[in-house]
């Protein structure tokens, strides 16, 4: 141990004693806030605390509360949530039933044996079975969506006995090393290749490029286990492919034996107007990936889904792929408490509804603003901003911030601001958070596109 037993049991009964606490004494802010900032300096990353410094001005703000559609910072500053998680918060923040059901289930048991069946990963795989489209019906939990991607490739090797994919330039599928080699920035790759070597980016949206690589893998006897996509790229910079692409490639996939697997872990959940971003098109994948928003905004858990003909490959070997804590009590009931709370307030069809009125506004912002605005995207409650540059994005974001709106840009440049508020938000609170963007839109567009007054001497 680097610190004496006593320092270390004075500390931990410092932060008991603070999270038992209603209310923070002053002297308790200063504390929290300094073991953070020292925290995040010695012990996490100080890199972290550098980028906080360029998208926000009080990077110091520390997050203490949340509920429903905002959360608040440790001095009680209050934050319209307009980037949800990522999409973690389609059901807002701790909604009511969600807490309700994992504190009961906490009070019972709260991990389980290993080793004995569990009803709770039981009842939840039957309805993920339920609300997921076509023939998909067995699911495996995680913890991540990295994970369920792990899985989901390793289950597309089994089935096919093949070992090399096709992904699109601008995905995101996750940092673990099998996810990682389907991940298109090359930032996050290179310094760990050569991964899986057998991993091929196409441009993404445009079919063509998916035949001509499943043809060209074909010829040379290097033939494809899966192809692998989003239904709309989140961090590639909410990218929504045309209409017929999911399709083509579905059919495509058949004809060359490969299978699709489609990475639902940010659309799915209702997020884009539907409960899966692929029944817009009633396209149905071979393995379906979620995260995300599937722990009811509580719990983290992750699964892959695919059905019986290609599941029955782990049928006799359970246990070729297994984690200790994937399928927990507490992560299932969150899940199932989850769904029950997106089909009984209908939050797909508000997704739809809100998501359709708040894209309207933000057309008629970008038609005020066409120099600073150069694009808007989306589906449902996931959109996309886009501006000119990494900087003048970061420098909305920061005036939006600092307004008491939070949106983020996306892992591959900052030029493209989401918005992917929880689809529980109020009429009042968008109208309020656009308010505040189009201040933000006049002050940064006044500074970087408005010719400058020069004062007329007399
Ligand atoms: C589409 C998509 N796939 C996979 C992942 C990875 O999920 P996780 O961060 O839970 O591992 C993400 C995370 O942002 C994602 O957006």
Redesign the pocket.
């Known amino acids: 141990m680097k610190a004496p037993a006593s320092d270390i049991l004075k500390d931990t009964q410092r932060i008991l004693e603070i999270i038992h606490k209603e209310d923070l004494a002053a002297d308790d802010k200063g504390w929290i806030q300094e073991m953070t900032r020292s925290g995040y300096e010695n012990f996490i990353n100080p890199g972290i605390l550098e980028y906080r410094k360029a998208v926000s001005t009080d990077y110091t703000s520390i997050e203490w509360a949340d509920s429903a559609n905002s959360f608040m910072d440790i001095n009680g500053k209050k934050y319209i949530d307009f980037l949800g998680g ?2 973690v918060f389609n059901m807002g923040h701790r909604h009511p039933k969600v807490v309700s059901t994992v504190i009961s289930q906490l009070k019972r048991q709260a991990l389980h044996s290993q080793e004995l069946l569990e009803p709770f990963r039981a009842m939840l795989a039957k309805l993920v079975a339920d609300i997921t489209p076509g023939d998909l019906q067995y699911s495996f939990f995680g ?7 792990e899985g989901a490739m390793k289950l597309a090797m089994l089935h096919t006995g093949r070992k090399s994919f096709v992904a699109a330039v601008g ?6 090393l099998g ?1 990682l080699s389907a ?1 298109a920035r090359a930032k996050f790759r290179q310094p760990f290749l050569p991964i899986l070597p057998d991993c091929y980016h196409v441009p993404y949206g445009d079919a063509d490029f998916i035949e001509s690589a499943l043809k060209c893998a074909d010829t040379v006897g290097n033939d494809i286990a899966a192809v692998i996509l ?1 239904p709309i ?3 590639g910079g909410i990218n929504v492919p045309p209409d017929d692409y999911l399709a083509r490639v579905r059919d495509l996939c058949d004809r060359y034996g490969a299978l699709l697997i489609i ?5 799915g959940m209702g997020r884009t107007g539907k409960m899966f971003c692929v029944d817009h098109w009633g396209v149905i994948p071979d393995i379906l ?1 979620l ?2 928003a599937l722990g009811g905004g509580v719990m ?1 858990i ?1 699964a892959f889904v695919a059905p019986k003909n290609i599941w029955e490959h782990l049928f006799p070997e359970p246990w070729l792929h297994s984690t200790t804590f994937g399928g927990n009590p507490l992560a299932c009931v969150a899940a199932i408490a989850g769904i029950h709370v997106l089909l009984d307030e209908k939050l797909p069809e508000r997704a739809d509804k809100m998501g359709g009125s708040m894209m309207l506004k933000l057309k008629a912002l970008r038609r005020r603003f066409p120099k600073l605005c150069v694009d808007v995207r989306g589906k449902g409650l996931m959109m996309g901003i886009e501006f000119p540059s990494d900087e003048i994005g970061y420098e909305v974001s920061k005036g939006l911030f600092d307004s008491g709106v939070l949106v983020a840009g996306t ?1 591959f440049h900052a030029k493209t601001l989401r918005i992917e508020p929880p689809l529980t938000i109020s009429q009042q609170e968008m109208d309020q958070a656009l308010g505040i963007m189009e201040k933000v839109f006049k002050e940064v567009n006044a500074k970087h596109f408005e010719p400058k007054k020069i004062p007329v001497r007399r």
């Open positions: 990522f999409g913890n991540s969506g990295t994970e369920a991607m995905a995101f599928h996750g940092k673990t996810a991940t989003e790229q989140g961090e990475d639902e872990i940010q659309t990936c995260g995300k983290p992750g892992l």
